[in-house]
């Protein structure tokens, strides 16, 4: 997203940053109390976030939003619809010891998709986030969705 790389070039200003709205040198970073309304599957979600890490002009008042802002919000909602985090993701493929690629094509999506979850970028659907569930804990469905495809001509 253009938007994510824009945030994260700056991300390595240092603070007090220069404000785009009032011009004043005024941008620090501080952490507010957050209602998010984030579009995800289909549906818009309301949830809370205590302390948000945002950059924010003491002057103004104008907000920020950065990379790790984004990060956080990503974080709140998966916690909010009670989604797998990227950790639970990691540990349930180093415990069922797949790697990315035969991961996305047991469950026949594309590896460039679990790697945004892996880095946060993306969240998973509803029904995705029960598959990886029954895949991480359940043998008998690792070995269904293994052999799901048929094994190409030698
Ligand atoms: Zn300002």
Redesign the pocket.
Known sequence: MSKQSAAAQADVRPYPRR?A??G?N?VARCRIQYDAEVRHDGKLHTFSIANLGIDK?E??G?QYFTSSTDEEINLGLRSHLGLLTPGEIRAGLALCDVNQKVFADHLGIAAETVSRWLTGTSIQTRSLDKLMRLYFTMPTVRAALSNSEPVPAA
């Open positions: 404000c709205v009032c004043e005024s002009c002057r103004c104008e």
